[in-house]
């Protein structure tokens, strides 16, 4: 138990120091560092397939792409199709993204939610996690048959 009551003290300091740099405001703390952390993520990952697309290596994530594997020849993307996706891409995230993530603040805040200081319990906080992937994993696939 020493090691979660340790990871709870960590994680409580990061929260504090974090919840001062922002002075509190509630919008950057739920709105705007979400969708930051979205975005890095998005891009991050999706810069590194983007890569794999181009260039064909390396070759042991080529036979794992999904992508027609009847084409060979790389790059399996052609900058044409790229703009248009990524400009697709670019509008869900903000014409689609930074609304709905918004109205989900707002909504929380209707119905009200623990703006306390300190954070949930570590085993607490990891059950919401898989809650929410697990709810996530069943809405996406109900929303796309």
């Known amino acids: 138990m020493e090691a979660w009551e340790a990871f709870e003290k960590w994680e409580n300091e990061a929260w504090f120091s ?22 890095s993520v998005y891009w991050s ?21 999904i992508p027609d594997p009847t084409v060979t020849k790389y790059p399996r993307i052609t900058e044409p199709r790229f703009r248009v996706v990524a400009t697709q891409v670019l509008f869900n995230q903000t014409v689609i993204a930074i609304p709905v993530i918004y109205f989900c603040y707002a909504l929380r805040n209707y119905y009200g939610y623990d703006r306390g200081m300190k954070l949930p319990k570590p085993h607490i906080f990891v059950f919401n996690i898989i809650a929410q992937i697990l709810a996530e994993e069943v809405f996406f696939y109900y929303s796309h048959r």
Do not use: Q, R, W
């Open 18 to 39: 974090l919840y001062k740099s922002c002075n509190g405001n509630e919008v950057v703390l739920n709105v705007i560092i979400p969708l930051i952390i979205m975005l």
């Open 45 to 65: 990952v999706g810069a590194l397939f983007t890569l794999v697309d181009i260039t064909g290596k390396p070759h042991f994530i080529t036979k794992y792409k």
